[in-house]
Every structure is written in structure tokens, then in C-alpha cells.
């Protein structure tokens, strides 16, 4: 689940700790978490329809990465480390080849949860965006997140 913009597997588990609301005047941190919500909704939306993995790159972290296994009606959620960021994407479709487990690892969360709370935090975070400023819906990146949003198959 998506406990503001921490992804929250389990009371003992989560990661990020970027504070949601309200989004400050000045839009600070607004870079990090347009990146957070753009590539957790595409990777939501992917594990809807064709992947059974990915793999997202913390870009504010040299070394984080957030595994999302799907498997049934669930998805199993860990962080892992990687020192290797050299030539890696924002989202990966296959296991690194060299990595640890972080603090926790295959957190069992039930897919249509996942897949629901990533649906609503993410249009909770660009609704206040587009109140603070109609035009950020002319934004690429809003868009391509609202056409992943739009796109996930529960």
C-alpha cells in the first residue's frame, strides 16, 4: 500500500519518507516526487497488464531499488540494494545481477490493494498539483502519469 508517498507493505516495512500533504507553496521536492508517483503508476500499470516484475531506480538514492515480483493476487514487494547504477533505466523488467536484500524482502501485498492505492494516492498528489496551478496539466510528465493511471486493469 501507499501510506502518503511511502510505500507501506507492512507496519515494519516501508520506503520513502517524502512528506505528502499538503505540497509547500514553493512546489519544493515537487522534482522527486513527480519522478516517485510517474514511475510507481507505470510500473503499477505494467504489472497489470504484461510484467510479472519490475524494478525501480530511487533517484534519490545511489544505491536503492524497489523489486515488485507478481504472482497470483499478490505482489511481493522488496528493497534491495545495488551499488551498479551505471546504464540502468528508471524501470527495470529483470532481476539485477548484482545486488543485496535491504531491510526487507517479498512483502506480501494483495495485487487489486496495490494496484488501488497506487490509482489513488497518485490522483490525490495531482489533484492538489493541478489546484496549486491549472497548468500543470499541460506538463509531460503529469500527462504520462495520468495516462498510466488511466491504463491500469484492475
Known amino acids: 500500500m501507499i501510506k502518503n508517498v511511502e510505500l507501506v507493505c507492512n507496519e515494519d516495512c516501508s520506503y520513502g519518507c517524502i512528506p505528502y ?28 497488464k504484461t510484467s510479472d516484475f519490475v524494478i525501480i531506480n530511487d533517484i534519490d538514492s545511489f544505491n536503492s531499488w524497489v523489486e515488485i515480483q507478481k504472482s497470483d493476487e499478490h505482489v511481493f514487494i522488496s528493497h534491495i540494494i545495488s551499488e551498479k547504477k551505471a546504464g540502468q533505466g528508471t524501470l527495470l523488467f529483470k532481476p539485477l545481477s548484482n545486488y543485496i536484500d535491504g531491510p526487507w524482502v517479498k512483502q506480501s501485498v494483495p495485487i487489486n490493494v496495490f494496484l488501488n492505492e497506487v490509482i489513488n494516492k497518485t490522483q490525490a498528489f495531482m489533484n492538489e498539483l493541478i489546484a496549486h496551478n491549472k497548468n500543470f496539466l499541460y506538463v509531460n510528465w503529469l500527462k504520462r502519469t495520468m495516462h498510466n493511471i488511466k491504463n491500469i486493469d484492475i
Open 21 to 48: 500533504l499538503p505540497i509547500p507553496a514553493d512546489l519544493q521536492g515537487l522534482d522527486l516526487l513527480s519522478t516517485w508517483f510517474e514511475q510507481l503508476s507505470e510500473a503499477a500499470m505494467l504489472l497489470s
